[in-house]
């Protein structure tokens, strides 16, 4: 009977010790693996201007072994509605959270706070970040370069000097730190050409009668910095809107690259958008798995300035299918 008492509890504590093995080899697993999901949210993100980013993001997760989840957005969020966003994310179990972060003085304090509960990685560049954000990681173009670069294409296309020429600026986006540091790299190159900024367009362009684009004067020349601003500039030029102004842009969809190909956009300066979602979910996987433990590592991608002689090279092909994906 004793015999029979001590197999028994012998028998207990194997069976016990081996629930806990296997218990501590799926949490071991699971680590190894990196990451059972991923949750993006960036405004908008459906459009396609986001392709070649939604493929970068599918393309790293399959190398990854991961699991990427794109959050259906509204066009424009407030710092509010991106942390509920978040929150509703880390009830679904996101082990990470990839985030475009909105303009607002609140969005730094924010998204620390919602680092202390999941990872976040900021899917934009780092420079000049509030100090809220600054030791978070983050992936994207030098915002900058882009906006000097697309004003020495001008400047270059008029013969090296803007004398004369009037410019109207748009930026649907221009809250935004990538935005404007895009129009800050433009202006200040462009300060000593000889050209008069006439007008500067920060709402959302529409086509309505009654639209803002419609009720500003004529100008020269039009620079749009962001694929909204590019694209409905482009579509109001096409029906004779902008009366013959050259447009300059930064932009990443395949309307952008349709109204280069047929003359409308005269320079597109095109970011790496591919690399941007490719590089954020790589680094979401190296924060999660310590690589990085306690940094904030910056990722800067390239961009491609393409006219629309260039836009169909070789070198491009895999820029324009990325972007169609």
């Known amino acids: 009977m004793k015999n029979g008492k001590r197999l028994f509890i012998l028998i207990e504590a194997v069976l016990g010790t081996m629930v806990l093995i296997v218990a501590l080899l799926m949490l071991m697993e699971k680590r190894d693996n990196g990451l059972n999901k991923i949750s993006v949210i960036i405004p908008n993100a459906e459009d ?30 407030t710092v509010e509605e991106e942390r509920e966003l978040i929150e509703t994310e880390i009830r679904n179990g996101a082990d990470a959270v990839i985030v475009k972060p909105v303009p607002g003085i609140l969005t730094g304090e924010m998204l620390r706070e919602m680092d202390s509960r999941v990872s976040v990685i900021l899917a934009d560049t780092l420079e000049d970040k509030d100090q809220a954000l600054a030791r978070l990681p983050g992936v994207g173009p030098d915002n900058y370069e882009m906006g000097r670069a697309m004003a020495e294409e001008m400047i270059a296309d008029y013969g090296g000097a803007l004398e004369g020429k009037t410019i109207g600026i748009l930026s649907q986006t221009g809250r935004f730190h990538s935005s404007a540091e895009r129009e800050r ?25 009654d639209g803002p684009l419609r ?20 579509e109001y030029f096409a029906a004779d809107g902008l009366h013959g ?81």
Request: proline share 3%; with cysteine.
């Open 185 to 209: 790299g433009f202006r200040e190159t462009i300060q000593d050409s000889g050209a008069v900024i006439r007008w500067t367009l920060r709402s959302p362009v529409e086509e309505e009668e």
């Open 245 to 325: 102004a050259g447009i300059y842009g930064i932009g990443h969809s395949t309307e952008a690259a349709y109204y280069l190909d047929t003359g409308v956009i005269k320079c597109l300066v095109v970011p790496d958008e591919f690399n941007v979602g490719y590089q954020s979910l790589t680094e979401a996987v190296n924060v999660l798995s310590a690589h990085y433990y306690n940094t904030a590592p910056e990722k800067a991608v390239d961009f491609t300035v393409i006219r629309r002689d260039t836009l169909f090279t070789e070198e491009n092909q895999e820029l324009l299918f990325r972007m169609s994906q």
């Open 48 to 77: 396609n201007q986001w392709a070649a980013f939604r493929y970068g993001l599918e393309m790293a997760a399959e190398d990854h072994g991961v699991e990427v989840f794109v959050v259906s957005t509204g066009a424009a969020l």
């Open 215 to 234: 009720e500003q004067p004529e100008v020269d020349i039009v620079a749009a910095f962001d694929d909204d601003s590019l694209t409905e500039a482009g």
